[in-house]
């Protein structure tokens, strides 16, 4: 079955860089567009980035341009989120989906990411 | 302007129908989708462009839409739909997504 499991969360202080992972199992992961997805604690859901299939296209939402580089390596079935100048505004629960096309149809159970001195 | 607006509770009584509203510009031009977060869960998709189930996803939910609204109707709700709803919707064109404030929804 289709499968998504993120890595990679922790404690982490202000200024500070983090990489998340994605492993993916059950389907090909190369035929497919991903997303990170995150939710800070008690509040909504916030998108963060997209990679394309084929991973020629990124995109990123404002809060986290310049700062996040999305990435995926088909060969180990595995996105990346690779997080720079961590403010305690980023903390939050970071969930990566994949895109079926016409919708995120498939989530992991999230990874925790604390920013705090 | 690309932000949506969701009222953030409603509830219904077991059995019911509640509807489920999301308001943007930006709805005019493309499809919502709508997502259910329970807690301690991933979000689930539940509708997507507009009308649509993902296979698994009861027929009680139900999708429309009108100008610049968007509405989730579950029909018959049961106790296992208590969670949060959040509209979204996708511009293809630069990847991005944009997620409604939520809606909590409480079955009494």
């Known amino acids: 079955q289709v499968q998504l499991v993120e890595s990679g969360g922790g404690v982490v202080q202000p200024g500070g860089s983090l990489r998340l992972s994605c492993a993916a199992s059950?389907?090909?992961?190369?035929?497919?567009?991903f997303h990170w997805v995150r939710q800070a604690p008690g509040k909504g859901l916030e998108w963060v980035a997209a990679?394309?299939?084929?991973?020629?296209?990124?995109?990123?939402g404002d809060s986290v341009k310049g700062r996040f580089t999305i990435s995926r390596d088909d060969s180990r079935n595995t996105l990346y989120l690779h997080m720079d100048s961590l403010s305690p505004d980023d903390t939050a629960i970071y969930f990566c989906?994949?895109?079926f096309g016409i919708g995120l149809d498939s989530w992991g159970q999230g990874t925790l990411v604390t920013v705090s001195s | 302007s690309s932000e949506l607006t969701q009222d953030p509770a409603v509830s219904v009584a077991l059995g019911q129908t509640v509807r489920i509203t999301c308001q943007g510009d930006?709805?005019?031009?493309?499809?919502a989708s709508w997502y259910q977060q329970k807690p301690g869960q991933a979000p689930l998709l539940v509708i997507f462009?507009?009308?649509n189930r993902p296979s698994g996803i009861p027929d009680r939910f139900s999708g429309s839409s009108s100008g610049n609204t968007a509405s989730l109707t579950i029909t018959g709700a049961q106790a296992e739909d208590e969670a949060d709803y959040f509209c979204?919707?996708?511009?293809?064109?630069?990847?991005?997504?944009?997620f409604g404030p939520g809606t909590k929804v409480t079955v009494l």
């Open positions: 989906a994949r895109d």
């Open positions: 462009d507009k009308n």
């Open positions: 990679i394309s299939y084929g991973g020629n296209k990124n995109s990123y």
């Open positions: 059950g389907f090909t992961f190369n035929a497919y567009s």
């Open positions: 930006s709805l005019r031009n493309f499809y």
């Open positions: 979204n919707f996708r511009d293809s064109s630069n990847m991005h997504y944009v």
